[in-house]
């Protein structure tokens, strides 16, 4: 043996003449790998695989193993033999390659030559929880980043933060020109994109950049506090063309119907709440009608819920075809994305296309273009909040006559007898109309000229425009009117809005090496940016025919105007960046930035933005190079300061509260219509920028081989100049002005850490894990003060505070504490609040922060598998240590939340209330006399922490083998499923709903006295449209 | 020139063009809105003027502040729908945190118009136009203060229109405001024409509306701690000219009671000062179906009992009215929408006040007391035809279970009437809507021309010329004797029956003689508060309110969104005895 073995060797050496083996390279997808390296293990020699992935190599005897790498890849080492033909080796993407390239705004750095700090997501991980948008798609994926959903309504996008609020008071409806305060700048392809994010086809995205510190926004100026996403989409690259094609179809069901009583619990919850009437004990207004009464003697016990949802759908698919040469490359994607809702017509449908260009005239002069254009249509019927109304109806009638036909009014002889079956939101569609068309068309173009060796100039022109058309029309005897109705009362509308943005870039850089170890990079850039929108619209009421709709307003028997908008705002800026790298190892980025806003007062118009950001690359010193389980460690340092530009347009110069809600009618003739205003709000001539200072620390490392990378940030920043609605005393003639008020401070720390637990040729685990932390504060007040009554501002507090009565339980009989109590004077069965002075009064001196919407922490794990040719993630998500208002548990005297709560009315969601055999400590007793209880604001403060499964996708991807003469470059199908469970949720298990998750930002139950309603950074679990759980199937082919 | 060149070159041009171009952009030119320097010119004053004439019909006629102007007297107690029964129905945990609302509109209007007072004489208006906008501003700007006085006792006082961002305010001595509205007033009746002129169309202030409120500020003043003492006389004065001159500003009382109220006299010789409503959606902001919200008049549905479903027609004598057995009625557009805010206190209203329903007509004017069978339904008794059966009596009396037997439907006594069942107010019904639902759209009446009786009466009264007081009464009383349906001598009849003597007069039948001829019309906390009766006369009808009322309840807290937002000075002080 030993002896065959020696001769084998002679021979080999002496021919010369080493076995050759061959084999191809592809990418975790399957996809031919070309030009990369594949080299012997312990020896020189190598070679580069070809156009389609394959190489072939001299194997000497005594080496058994090849090592393959490619920039931006793991190297892998795959053992060999002699006989080693038509291997395939599969390589890994590495997502922390130092010389990989991120981009950075304005421009692009080596991931070594960083400072900031920056996440990168791909596209690849995005689609792996596929959704309408890219926010939704990065839940759990990025630590600081926390995103709540804005419900499940179709086409509707999710609400997106990073690093906390920091502004007093947020407007969260971003309009197509101004985002909301607290939400961050969204940029793309280097053009800043406002509006939603909706807008944008997930499908021609490539890569998301976030950047989230000061240091990394300072570039954006007056825009980046609150972080800034740069979206990177999908263009051409060099080589044959590429023929992509991507489909899913997906199937969607509610989570689950909010509990309300049914049938023989809604006779009772009447009789309780009868018996519970604290006016004249024993009467209602509300007793059971006679249909009810023959309902409950039948057993009739309607779900109207179970009547009205239905499976959801969602089908979606992409085809993208990409190529080019060396000069000129080429792509071009053409999307069709829809979904319906599990309310009976809504729809959601989006076309989109993409084009880009680039062009390299010779080595000094490129240019190219970049097209992205949308058409979304939105079909809502009866709103997003249809089940508010559902979970409120009789359980007791029956939504069908005995004939069959449609019982109009199910709840007739009732109060709210003229209540519509909620049914003829399917049997009388055509009636309803709720439609809306948006059109966007997003496009830059740029030219690029080289010159001097190190110069680049480079100008960026971005034209945006928009329009939406909205046209509603509600016919008669529908559910979306309040009541039955006439061909009189019918209701039409149609309003328009348009758009536009343009923008201009120049853009100067210079880059250059010195002495090998000096790299200096500069950046310098003048633009200016103009926003424009306006609208229009026409409300009209009695439309003699439903099929008419909204299409004939002089058909109608009037209409009135909308108020119409008109606004414009301008911004003019100035930056200059200088990246110092020094041998690799130490890094310096330095920016300023200076920002003209048109929206502010002349004289405080100009605002200048430093920073400064710094970084060690530890493992490139030369006392590192012999620690070998370090293969990254980096330090940054970064400071900077960035602004808000959030206020409107016309704020310094006043206005005079005007339009449709001023007018007047002296007398009833033409003559006495006027159109009036008050003067309600004040002037600022000093309003200036609101800005905010952060320091951030961060630590990139990599270890073992880079099988476990991450990042630690710590940041502290501080935000100055606040602008806000400032609440004065009503008695000067005006409330608010908008002023710059107070400080808030934002501390926080964030983890994110990779590992590759299991690495073998058939099977591979890795994690990714992310942590976050923000805790924010207000840290001043104006003349000092410690709160702001006015506003529920308290200083030391998070900016959003739950201020009202803390409930304590409910009264229980015979507690003496209800004689001490003398006003109001309570009996028990009310809720029981917490009387803080003790002086016997509930009065705004007991009023306290009972709560707050900043959670705790935030996080996410995202686990993916991979076995031979199946692949498997799941994505999990949470959000701790938070309240959420769930209004529909609650209401106010006035209409707020689920009106006529506990006064047996209407049906709502069960709850744990107090009767005299029920000494509960949950939920007040039943009372006929109130149209809601006393202190009820109390009840809808629930803790909203969730942990949840955010999505699943299992995968399979063809072998090549197989697909070799089909033309097809490789095929995957997959199996995936969206929100399929949550893990914990106490407002689940009290079972409250289905959802913690939120899914507005109103409707929440001003507390007594006021507060809350007047803050928007509430996030709020409200009766409208349910969550969904979606099953999707799909595959992605390339040709 | 090679391509890329002559591509550079356009580069480089575009880029100098935008440098040269950028200054322009930080300019701002609002277009949509109302500047502030709009107020100055003459559309801009009308504009200000109307914007105040909106926020008054975003007040009277709205649930949440008509509920202020009638609960917690004798005259009402909370109905079995009412939104807010402990507060100010019952005085039970009132405090600076149950009036949120409504202040500050009080004060934007006021510094809207302090904007018109200073703008006005510069803008160049002939001087007929601009004293009547001149009085307009004078007469609102008295009637927000005398609204804020009235109700908040310690309210600053702004004459001069403000801009400035200010943390700080204090009230003013209830003097001073006194000052200030009978100065407006005195100004605004000689500023504003006699009659309505347009474009102040309907009915709008005139000279006689400022005089009537004016008289009326001086009978408050007279009775309040600040009273001066010709302030009886000049409340006597000034009514009973307004009363002599009543051709002259084409005034004056309805020979029957009920034409007061008949829709089509809405802008009549009896009404005063409306806050206006109208069916167009745009300058009436109507809106179909609306249960409330600003410039919905739902005063309609305040006072009106559920006929649909809290009775059932085979209900009979003795047993409390529940539902049972066939609804005889729906809900439609003559029968109204029902909201239960409020019932009549039974014993006070309907057994005291209202006890002569004889010789006084202004019961059966006031209430509706049968419901005519809308809907087809066979109750024990027989089967109720649409139309013509009466499917619901009240006819105020007891009756025999005889009675009650021989008819189909059912009858409803005064001891079965409390807060869920009893006669509803048809003052203010409104047939011409479409659907039982929409708001109403006739003017809500703010001032009627009888109440310059009563001012005078009262006035005269104080003075302690009670034959003079029972004389400006029975002008009232006498009208109120009429029915069309009478003869002559029969009304004569009656009207003799009505009239009362000087002994006849003291404070207690003067409100009693409110309650006959304005129930219904949302003011008696202030006829009860002016005159120092609320605690004394909820102490003697309304014992749910007792149990709760204090001294400190004759004004109301200053609402505390205002006390929060003092944030510089002296803290601004809650009225006293609130938390």
């Not at chain 1, 705002?569 to 020094?582: K, P, W």
Request: net charge neutral; with cysteine.
């Amino acid at each position: 043996m030993l002896l065959l073995l020696g001769m084998s060797f002679i021979s080999g050496s002496l021919f010369a003449q080493n076995p050759t083996i061959s084999g191809k390279v592809v990418d975790e997808k399957g996809n031919p790998l070309a030009g990369a390296t594949v080299k012997l293990k312990a020896a020189q020699e190598a070679t580069t695989t070809d156009i389609k992935g394959n190489f072939s190599l001299h194997l000497p005897s005594g080496i058994n193993a090849i090592e393959v790498s490619y920039i931006g890849y793991f190297t892998q080492t795959v053992s060999v033999k002699p006989s080693s033909k038509n291997i395939t080796i599969k390589i890994i993407p590495n997502p922390n390659n130092l010389n990989e390239v991120v981009v950075v705004g304005y421009g692009t750095q080596r991931k070594r030559d960083v400072t900031g700090a920056i996440v990168s997501v791909s596209a690849t991980t995005l689609a792996e929880a596929a959704s309408s948008d890219i926010v939704s798609e990065l839940k759990g994926r990025v630590a600081g980043v926390d995103i709540v959903d804005n419900g499940s309504t179709p086409g509707s996008s999710a609400q997106i933060r990073i690093r906390g609020d920091r502004t007093l008071t947020a407007n969260n409806t971003a309009t197509s020109t101004v985002n909301g305060l607290d939400q961050p700048l969204l940029v793309v392809d280097g053009i800043p994109y406002g509006g939603n994010f909706s807008d944008l086809n997930q499908d021609d995205v490539a890569n998301v950049e976030i950047l989230k510190d000061a240091s990394a926004t300072a570039i954006y100026g007056s825009r980046g506090s609150n972080g800034v996403i740069l979206v990177t989409t999908k263009r051409g690259r060099k080589g044959k063309a590429v023929v992509s094609y991507d489909t899913y179809y997906g199937l969607a069901n509610i989570l689950g119907e909010l509990k309300v009583y049914n049938g023989p619990e809604y006779a009772q919850f009447k009789a309780d709440a009868a018996a519970g009437n604290s006016q004249s004990p024993g009467t209602t207004a509300y007793p059971l009608t006679t249909a009810e009464t023959a309902g409950l003697a039948n057993g009739t016990s309607t779900d109207w819920q179970k009547l009205i949802y239905q499976q959801g759908h969602t089908y979606n698919q992409n085809l993208g075809i990409s190529g080019g040469d060396d000069n000129t490359q080429y792509g071009m994607g053409a999307g069709y994305y829809t979904q319906t809702g599990v309310i009976p017509n809504q729809r959601y449908e989006r076309y989109s296309l993409r084009t880009t260009i680039d062009h390299k005239f010779n080595d000094h002069v490129r240019v190219g273009i970049n097209n992205l254009t949308t058409l979304q249509y939105t079909n809502l019927p009866g709103g997003t909040n249809v089940p508010s109304g559902l979970i409120k109806l009789s359980p007791l009638v029956s939504p069908y006559l005995p004939n069959g036909q449609l019982n109009l009014t199910p709840q007739v002889g009732s109060i709210d007898a003229a209540n519509v079956n909620p049914l003829t939101l399917i049997t009388d569609a055509e009636a309803i109309l709720n439609n809306d068309r948006r059109f966007r068309t997003f496009n830059s173009i740029y030219g690029e000229i080289s010159f001097l060796k190190y110069f680049k100039y480079r100008l960026n022109v971005g034209l945006d425009w928009s329009q939406d058309n909205n046209n509603q029309y509600t016919g008669a005897n529908t559910y979306v009117n309040s009541s039955i109705t006439t061909q009189a009362q019918t209701t039409a509308s149609v309003s328009n809005a348009e758009a536009y943005t343009y923008t201009l870039e120049n853009i100067l850089t210079y880059d250059e090496t010195f002495a090998k170890k000096h790299h200096v990079t500069f950046t310098g850039l003048v633009s200016e940016q103009k926003d424009h929108y306006e609208s229009s619209g026409f409300n009209a009421l009695g439309i003699p025919a439903d099929y008419i709709q909204n299409t004939n307003f002089a058909l109608a028997s009037s209409i009135s105007p909308q108020n119409g908008v008109y606004y414009e705002r301008g911004l003019l800026s100035y930056m200059a960046r200088v990246n110092y790298a020094y041998d690799n190892r130490f890094i310096l980025t330095a920016t300023l930035r200076e920002d003209g806003s048109s929206v502010l007062a002349p004289g405080h118009q100009y605002f200048t933005y430093p920073a400064l950001g710094t970084a060690w690359n530890i493992t490139n010193e030369q006392w590192m190079k012999d620690v070998h389980t370090i293969d990254n460690l980096k330090l940054r340092v970064g400071w900077g300061k960035t602004g808000n530009q959030g206020s409107q347009p016309y704020q310094t110069l006043g206005t005079l509260g005007s339009g449709t809600t001023n007018t007047y009618n002296f007398g009833t003739t033409t003559a006495g219509q006027q159109n009036g205003y008050i003067v309600n709000s004040l002037a600022n001539p000093n309003l200036r920028w609101q800005y905010t200072s952060e320091w951030n620390l961060g630590l990139d490392f990599g270890i073992l081989r880079d099988r476990i990378t991450g990042s630690i940030d710590a940041y502290d920043e501080q935000t100055k100049d606040i602008l806000v609605n400032n609440t004065l005393p009503g008695s000067n003639g005006a409330t608010t002005q908008i002023s710059n008020l107070g400080a808030t401070r934002d501390k926080g720390l964030e983890i994110s850490i990779s590992t590759i637990n299991v690495q073998s040729k058939d099977f591979r685990w890795s994690t990714d894990f992310v942590w976050a932390a923000n805790r924010e504060a207000i840290v001043s007040l104006p003349n000092g003060a410690k709160n702001n009554l006015a506003n529920d501002w308290f200083v030391g507090e998070p900016i959003s505070v739950i201020y009202d009565y803390k409930k304590i339980g409910i009264w229980q009989t015979g507690d003496p504490g209800l004689l001490k109590q003398t006003s109001p004077k309570q009996v028990a069965g009310q809720i029981k609040v917490e009387d803080v002075n003790g002086d016997g009064v509930i009065s705004a001196a007991d009023k306290q922060v009972v709560g707050n919407f900043q959670p705790q922490w935030t996080g996410g794990i995202t686990n993916r598998f991979a076995y031979k040719n199946f692949d498997l993630s799941i994505v999990i998500n949470a959000r701790m240590g938070m309240d959420v208002l769930v209004p529909y548990i609650s209401t106010d005297a006035a209409s707020d939340g689920s009106g006529f709560f506990l006064q047996g009315r209407t049906n709502e969601v069960k709850v744990d209330y107090w009767t005299p055999t029920n000494p509960t400590n949950a939920f007040p007793r039943p009372d006929a006399s109130v149209s809601g209880p006393l202190f009820g604001s109390t009840l809808q403060y629930v803790n909203g922490s969730f942990i949840k499964c955010r999505s699943i996708n299992l995968g399979y991807t063809f072998s090549p083998q197989l697909l070799a003469h089909t033309g097809i470059s490789s095929i995957r199908v997959y199996a995936s499923a969206l929100n399929p469970f949550i893990f914990y949720s106490p407002f689940v298990k009290d079972g409250f709903g289905t959802d913690p998750e939120g899914n507005g930002y109103g409707g929440a139950v001003t507390p007594y006295g006021g507060g809350i309603s007047s803050l928007t950074q509430q996030i709020t679990v409200n009766a409208n449209d349910p969550s969904t759980r979606q099953f999707n199937l799909g595959v992605s082919v390339k040709f | 020139m090679k391509l890329h060149s002559k591509i550079s070159l356009i580069i480089a041009t575009i880029s100098l063009m935008i440098l040269g171009s950028c200054k322009k952009i930080l300019e701002e030119n609002p277009k949509s809105n109302v500047v502030p320097a709009f107020l100055g010119t003459p559309a801009g004053l009308l504009g200000g003027l109307t914007g105040v004439y909106n926020d008054l019909r975003s007040s009277y006629g709205t649930e949440g502040f008509t509920l202020e102007l009638y609960a917690g007297t004798d005259e009402m107690i909370a109905g079995s729908q009412a939104q807010d029964a402990g507060v100010f129905n019952l005085y039970n945990g009132l405090n600076g945190l149950s009036m949120n609302g409504g202040f500050n509109i009080w004060y934007q209007d006021i510094n809207t118009l302090n904007g018109i007072l200073k703008f006005g004489p510069s803008s160049g208006l002939p001087a007929a136009t601009l004293n009547q906008y001149l009085g307009q501003a004078k007469f609102l700007r008295a009637f927000c203060y005398f609204y804020l006085l009235t109700t908040y006792g310690n309210v600053p006082l702004h004459l001069t229109f403000n801009t400035q961002a200010l943390s700080s305010d204090a009230p003013a001595p209830p003097a001073d405001v006194y000052a200030a509205i009978i100065q407006d007033l005195t100004d605004a009746s000689t500023l504003l024409p006699p009659t309505i002129t347009a474009p102040f169309l309907g009915k709008a202030a005139t000279a006689p509306t400022a005089l009537f409120l004016l008289s009326k500020v001086y009978l408050t003043r007279g009775w309040s701690s600040v009273a001066q003492s010709s302030d009886f006389q000049n409340a006597y004065n000034t009514a009973t000219t307004l009363i002599a001159n009543k051709a002259t500003y084409g005034l004056d009382i309805w020979q029957d009671y009920a034409s007061a109220f008949a829709p089509a006299n809405d802008y009549g010789k009896e009404v005063l000062f409306v806050s206006d409503h109208d069916n167009n959606v745009q300058f009436g902001q109507f809106s179909s179906g609306a249960s409330g919200g600003a410039a919905q008049n739902v005063l309609p549905n305040l006072f009106r009992w559920n006929y649909v479903s809290a009775l059932g027609i085979n209900s009979s004598a003795g047993v409390p009215q529940v539902s049972s057995g066939p609804a005889s009625m729906v809900r439609d557009v003559a029968n109204g929408r029902p909201y239960t805010r409020a019932a009549p206190n039974t014993p006070y209203t309907i057994t005291h006040a209202f006890a002569d329903q004889v010789n006084d007509s202004r019961y059966g004017k006031t209430f509706q007391t049968f419901w005519i069978c809308n809907t087809a339904c066979t109750s024990a008794r027989g089967t109720l035809t649409v139309g013509v059966d009466t499917a619901i009596l009240m006819p105020g009396v007891e009756v025999t279970q005889a009675r009650r037997n021989a008819f189909k439907g059912v009858i409803t006594t005064p001891s079965q009437y409390n807060n869920n069942v009893f006669p509803t107010v048809k003052k203010f019904d409104d047939l011409t809507r479409t659907s039982p639902n929409d708001p109403s759209t006739r003017p809500y009446c703010i001032y009627r021309f009888a109440e310059a009786y009563f001012v005078a009466a009262e006035a005269a009264f104080k003075l302690g010329d009670n034959a003079d007081a029972a004389k400006y009464l029975n002008f009232i009383r006498e009208r109120a004797a009429y029915r069309s349906t009478n003869t002559a001598a029969q009304n004569a009849a009656a009207a003799a029956a009505m009239d009362i003597t000087a002994a006849d007069i003291n404070i207690d039948f003067i409100l009693d003689e409110y309650t006959r001829e304005f129930y219904g019309e949302p003011r008696r906390w202030y006829d009860l508060v002016r005159t120092q009766q609320l605690i004394r006369r909820v102490g003697l009808w309304n014992p749910l309110a007792n149990a709760n009322i204090k001294s400190f309840d004759v004004l109301r807290p200053i609402p505390q969104d205002e006390i929060n937002a003092v944030l510089s000075g002296p803290p601004y002080p809650q009225n006293p005895g609130f938390h």
